[in-house]
Nanobody
């Protein structure tokens, strides 16, 4: 069992920055591929970013490339999402997720590839 708890969300004006954190319980963090998803009002949950176990490989959805950066600190059992140049369309509930599957041909970008989910943290970007 893995528990994920997000923090760092809030209200920010367009062009501003936020850093989300996701803390994982237990001692299995380094064996997990980590990802971030978001769900905007009235929309389906969508993939945002993911990072490999070692942190050596990342993948981002096109709309956040160049603005968002995923990182992880395995010693702290924490994954981060640094969000810069925020836009109103970034407004969503952001959720951290963990994938247990050890062998994959590519980094997971689909909801059903992840096994554990945090409760989500609200990010609101005003104009």
């Amino acid at each position: 069992q893995v528990q994920l708890i997000e923090s760092g969300g809030g209200l920010v004006q367009a062009g501003g920055s936020l850093r989300l954190s996701c803390a994982a319980s237990g001692r299995t963090f380094s064996s997990l591929t980590m990802g971030w998803f978001r769900q905007a009002p009235g929309k389906e949950r969508e993939f945002v970013a993911t990072m490999s176990r070692s942190g050596s490989n990342t993948k981002y959805t096109d709309s956040v490339k160049g603005r968002f950066t995923i990182s992880r600190d395995n010693a702290k059992n924490t994954v981060y999402l640094q969000m810069n140049s925020l836009k109103p369309e970034d407004t969503a509930v952001y959720s951290c997720a963990a994938d247990r599957t050890y062998f994959r041909s590519s980094l997971p970008s689909q909801e059903n590839q992840y096994d554990y989910w945090g409760q989500g943290t609200q990010v609101t970007v005003s104009s």
